[in-house]
C-alpha cells in the first residue's frame, strides 16, 4: 500500500438513546507496567444491541472486557454498568459473562454438566430451570459427563449454559466460538439470535471476521487500547475504503492524475498494473474515463470486514512505526 | 452458596484417590506400625500405650490429609484454570469459594477421623475410660483440623500450578514427621524435638493425647494452635485479597 488516508471518525456514532447506557467507560486508563493496555477508553453501549469487539492479539479487548466485569480496576476513568460498578451490577444478575477458556481447563472438575449448570442456575438471582438451559444451549444429552472429558466444542456450550443460567439483562461473551466446528458454531450463534431478539444486549469479543459481519449491529474496532473504528460493519467497510479497483493502462500512469480521483483511499501502481481502494467505486472510475485512460480488464470489487479491518489497522500503526 | 458447598462436598466424596488418602491410608499405616506393638507397650517418654498413641496420631494425620491436599491444589489449578474468575462472575459473594473450600474439607475430615477409630477400637482393641472420650478426641482432632485448613487455603493462593504440589507435599511431610503424628518425638535428637514442639501439628496431636489420658488439652497446645489458626488465616485472606486485584 504506498497511500492511505487515516480513518476518520472514531468513537461513538451519535445515537438517539432513549434509554441510558448499559455500560459506559469514560476516559478509562489501564496499564501493566510500561505496557498501556487501555488508553483513555470511550464506550458506550446501548440496550439491546449486539456488539463485537474486534481487533489484533493484544489490542486490548480482554483488558476492555476484564475491566467491565469488574475483574480488574482501571487506573483512572470510570466503568459503569447499569449505572452502577461491574461487581454490583453482577451482584445482581445483571451481566452473565464466559470468559476465554483457560489452558487446563475452566470448569469445576469432578462434577456432571447438570449439577454445574444447577450450581449456574442456583447463584443467579433470576435462575432458569436447569433444563431449560441445558436445553437451550443443546447439553442435554450430556448432561450426565463429567465437566472436565468433554471436547473443546462441548465444553465451550456448557461455558455459554453456566453464563446465560439466569435473566441477565447484558451477555458477555470473550472469544465464545473458539474450538467448535463449523454445525455448532451455526447452532451457537443462533442461540445468540433468539437472545438478542429477546432485547438483551450482547457483547462479544472475538477474531472470526465473518462472525461480526454476520452477527453484530455494530462493531467495535480495538487497537492499542483504543477505539479506532466503531460502526455497523457496513460503515467500518465503508470507513476503510470498501471497494478495490484494479486495471491495466496502456501506458505508464500518471500517478499524481490518479491520486486526484474522487473517493480514491488507496492507490498501488506497479507497472501498468493500478489497484486502489474507493468508497465510491462508481464515481472513482467515471473519474478514471473522465482522466482519458482507457482501463483493461477493469475489476471491481467488495471488500471484506477482513480486509477492511487490516486496512483500518494497518494505516493506524504505519504512522506511528514510522515515526520511531 | 449452599449448592456449591453440596457439590464440593459430593465431588470430594466421589475422589477415590483422595477419599483412599484421607481414609484407608491412615488406617492401614495405624495398623502397619502399631499392629505389631502389644497392648500395655508404652511410647517412650509418655504415658500412652502403642495404640493409643498411634490412633490420635493417625486420625490426626488423616485429617491433616484431607484438609490440606485437597484444598491447596484445588485452588492453585482452579485459580490458574479460570475457574475462580468465571465463579466471581456470578452473585457468589466474595468469600464463597473458600467458605465452601473449608466446609468441604471440614466434612471430608470427619470419615477419616472416626475410620481410625473403629479399626482401632475392633483391631486392637482400643478402649477409653468413658465413652464422652471418643466424643470429645473426635470433636477437639476435628476442630484443630481448622488450623490446616487454612493454611491449605493459603498455600492455593501463594503457589501455581506446577508448584503447588511440591510445596504441599514438604510442608505436609515435614509437619507431619516433625510433629510427631509419624512416631513419637522422643525418639528424635533434642534440638529437632524442641523445633518440632512449636509446630502446630505437635499441639494437634497433643490435644487428642491429652484427652485419652482422661485430661483436658493443655492450655499451651490450645494456645499455639489459635496462634497457627490466626496466622495462616490471616496469611490466607491476605494471598486471597491480592489475588483478587490482579486476576
Known amino acids: 500500500m504506498t497511500a492511505t488516508t487515516a480513518p476518520s471518525a472514531t468513537g461513538d456514532r451519535a445515537r438517539t438513546a432513549a434509554a441510558p447506557p448499559v455500560v459506559s467507560f469514560t476516559g478509562v486508563n489501564k496499564s501493566y507496567g510500561t505496557v498501556r493496555a487501555v488508553a483513555d477508553l470511550e464506550l458506550h453501549l446501548h440496550p439491546g444491541e449486539t456488539i463485537a469487539l474486534l481487533g489484533p ?3 486490548g479487548k480482554s483488558s476492555t472486557l476484564d475491566l467491565l466485569l469488574g475483574l480488574r480496576t482501571p487506573d483512572s476513568g470510570r466503568v459503569e454498568v447499569f449505572g452502577t460498578t461491574p461487581q454490583q451490577a453482577i451482584a445482581r444478575g445483571h451481566v452473565g459473562a464466559m470468559l476465554q477458556s483457560g489452558v487446563t481447563g475452566c470448569l469445576m472438575e469432578g462434577v456432571t454438566v447438570r449439577e454445574l449448570v444447577r450450581l449456574a ?29 468433554l471436547s473443546g466444542g462441548q465444553e465451550q456450550r456448557v461455558r455459554f449454559a453456566f453464563a446465560t443460567a439466569g435473566a441477565s439483562d447484558l451477555i458477555v461473551l470473550d472469544e465464545p466460538t473458539t474450538g467448535m466446528d463449523v454445525a455448532s458454531r451455526q447452532t451457537f450463534w443462533g442461540t445468540m439470535r433468539e437472545q438478542a431478539r429477546q432485547g438483551r444486549t450482547i457483547l462479544f469479543a472475538t477474531h472470526y471476521l465473518e462472525e461480526a459481519d454476520e452477527i453484530a449491529d455494530r462493531v467495535i474496532v480495538l487497537h492499542r487500547g483504543r477505539v479506532l473504528a466503531d460502526g455497523s460493519s457496513a460503515e467500518i467497510k465503508a470507513m476503510a475504503g470498501a471497494r478495490r479497483i484494479s486495471f491495466t493502462l496502456d501506458g505508464p500512469p500518471d500517478e499524481a492524475a490518479l491520486r ?27 473519474a478514471v474515463y473522465g482522466l482519458g485512460l482507457y482501463p483493461r480488464g477493469l475489476e471491481v470489487a467488495g471488500l471484506g470486514l477482513e480486509q477492511a479491518f487490516l486496512a483500518i489497522t494497518d494505516a493506524a500503526t504505519t504512522p506511528e512505526e514510522a515515526g520511531r | 452458596m449452599t449448592t456449591l458447598i453440596k457439590l464440593e462436598i459430593l465431588r470430594a466424596l466421589r475422589n477415590r484417590k483422595f477419599m483412599f488418602f484421607t481414609v484407608i491410608y491412615p488406617s492401614a499405616l495405624f495398623l502397619m506400625i502399631a499392629g505389631s506393638s502389644g497392648k500395655t507397650d508404652l511410647v517412650p517418654g509418655t504415658r500412652l500405650s502403642m495404640p493409643l498413641y498411634y490412633m490420635v496420631a493417625m486420625a490426626s494425620f488423616g485429617a491433616l490429609t484431607a484438609v490440606l491436599m485437597g484444598n491447596s491444589e484445588r485452588i492453585a489449578k482452579e485459580r490458574e484454570g479460570g475457574w475462580v474468575r468465571q465463579l466471581r462472575l456470578t452473585s457468589l459473594p466474595g468469600r464463597g469459594y473458600v467458605m465452601a473450600k473449608i466446609a468441604s474439607a471440614a466434612v471430608a475430615t470427619l470419615p477419616s477421623i472416626v475410620v481410625v477409630f473403629i479399626v482401632a477400637a475392633a483391631a486392637k482393641g482400643v478402649r477409653l475410660g468413658a465413652a464422652w472420650e471418643w466424643i470429645a478426641l473426635t470433636g477437639a482432632i476435628w476442630a484443630g483440623s481448622l488450623v490446616f485448613a487454612a493454611l491449605g487455603v493459603a498455600i492455593g493462593y501463594l503457589a501455581s500450578g506446577d508448584a503447588v504440589r511440591p510445596l504441599t507435599m514438604i510442608i505436609y511431610f515435614g509437619l507431619s514427621i516433625l510433629g510427631g503424628l509419624w512416631m513419637p518425638t522422643t525418639t528424635y535428637p533434642r534440638w529437632l524435638q524442641n523445633v518440632g514442639d512449636w509446630l502446630p501439628t505437635h499441639a494437634y496431636a497433643a490435644l487428642g493425647q491429652a484427652i485419652e489420658l482422661g485430661n483436658a488439652p493443655h492450655l499451651k497446645d490450645v494456645a499455639l494452635l489459635a496462634a497457627y489458626l490466626v496466622l495462616f488465616a490471616g496469611a490466607a485472606a491476605w494471598l486471597y485479597r491480592k489475588d483478587t486485584r490482579t486476576a
Open chain 1, 57 to 59: 492479539n493484544g489490542a
Open chain 1, 121 to 149: 442456575c442456583d447463584l443467579h438471582p433470576h435462575g432458569y430451570p436447569v433444563d431449560e438451559v441445558l436445553e437451550r444451549a443443546g447439553i442435554t444429552d450430556i448432561a450426565g459427563r463429567k465437566v472436565n472429558k
Open chain 1, 260 to 286: 486526484a480521483l474522487p473517493a480514491l483511499t488507496g492507490l498501488d501502481v506497479s507497472g501498468r498494473t493500478v489497484r486502489m481502494r474507493s468508497t465510491d467505486a462508481d464515481a472513482t472510475v467515471h
